[in-house]
Structure formats: C-alpha cells, structure tokens
C-alpha cells in the first residue's frame, strides 16, 4: 500500500510535537536535545542492567527421577541426615494432598529418624481431612510432628527443607489411586496392599523430583504454616 502525503504529514507532525524533529526553512532536521535524551536513557539503562547483574543469582534445579516411588522415600531419609550433618538441624515442612501414610518406613529407617528427633523441627500441612488422614496424623503426631488438616493448598507434594525447595511429581494415574485409598471410611478399609504394590513398589511408576536451593523462597514458603 503506498503511503499517502497526508499520512507523511501527519507523522511529520507528530514527531515534531514529541520533539524528535525540528522543523527548519529547509526542512525538518533530528532534535539535538532529542538525541541528548536518548542517550541519557540508554546510559541509565545500561547502568541498571550492570547493577541488576550484580545482584542477580544463578540457581540451579536438580532433576532426579525415583523408580519406584519407595526409592525416593530411601532418598529423602537420606537427605534428611546429610543436611542434619551439615547445619546441625532441619526445619521442615510438608505441604501435601493427603497425610503421608507412616508405616512405610522400615524398622531400621524408623530408628534413625528417632534418633533425629531433637534436630528435626517437622511440620505436615494436609489438603485433605479424611478418617484415614486423620488416622495418618495421630501415627505422626506421636512421633513429635504438628499436622494441620484440611489445609488451603495447592501443593500435591512439595517439600521444604532448611533453604533447600523439593517438589515432587507422580503421574495423574498414581495421585487418583492414591485418592481413591484415602476416600476409605476408616483405617480398616485403607487397602495398604493396594498402596504398597500400586503407590510405593510399582516399578512403572515414576517420581521426579526437582531440588533448588534458595533461602529467600524457602522462608517465604514456611511462613504458609
């Protein structure tokens, strides 16, 4: 489409008005004071991309995939003790859809996490209220940790950790399984052999999990308690 004179002149005068141009006998030449504003501009862009690159912190996320989900249960114990090494305690907090089922542990990983007990500050934050969660919650209450039901969270699996930030992922198929044992009227209908073969043990099902590490949004998530 060819541009027309009075378009021409209409943009003419629109950058006369925004003092882009001036307007002269012999035509129209660029403002200096223009040009002077710009590069002010540029200039204080610049120093602020410096200023904010020197503030700015490169965080790594770690990605790590459990198969089956039992083997992540082994990873966090673990991590557990090497961050209790480390920093001397843990403070940490589950934001969950359901109260994790306790006795899942083995005896032996039930010990070293009594053995803990004084370096671990553990509260569980639950998404749902049901007989077996509430079940859940008195197992766990009796080893020390706080539990709140029927909690406004988003969060299916998310785990904080001291500074260190754990969300933890499951296909859809495995959270519905997992709903559909909690929707038990009580602990007796809970099917735990279900849970063990399908939820825990099942070869074909996937955890990923994703660590960061970030004191300032770790803080930020626990004050969610």
């Known amino acids: 489409m060819p541009i027309t004179y009075q378009a021409t002149h209409k943009a003419l005068k629109e950058l006369v008005e925004g003092k882009a141009l001036e307007k002269s006998k012999e035509g129209y030449l660029i403002s200096r004071e223009w040009v002077k504003q710009l590069g ?71 010990k070293g996490m009594k053995e803990l007990r004084k370096k671990l500050k553990w509260v569980i934050i639950a998404k749902n209220d049901t007989p077996v969660s509430r079940w859940c919650a008195k197992q766990w209450r009796k080893f020390g940790v706080k539990v709140k039901l029927g909690a406004d969270t988003s969060a299916d699996r998310l785990i904080i950790m001291n500074d260190y930030i754990m969300n933890v992922y499951m296909p859809w198929e495995a959270l519905l399984g997992w709903d559909k044992a909690y929707a038990a009227k009580n602990i007796d209908e809970y099917d735990i052999n279900f849970m063990m073969e399908q939820g825990i043990l099942n070869p074909k099902s996937k955890t990923f999990v994703t660590i960061l590490r970030d004191k300032e949004i770790a803080s930020l998530l626990r004050r969610l308690v």
């Not at 540029?42 to 990605?63: F, N, P, Q, W, Y």
């Open 40 to 110: 002010d501009f540029t200039e204080k862009v610049r120093d602020d991309l410096d200023s904010s690159g020197k503030k700015r912190e490169i965080k790594t996320i770690h990605k790590l995939v459990f198969s089956p989900h039992r083997e992540f249960i082994k990873f966090h114990l673990n991590f557990i003790q090497e961050v209790v090494k480390k920093e001397g305690k843990v403070e940490m907090v589950f934001f969950y859809r359901h109260v994790p089922y306790p006795h899942v542990l083995t005896n032996e990983e039930i």
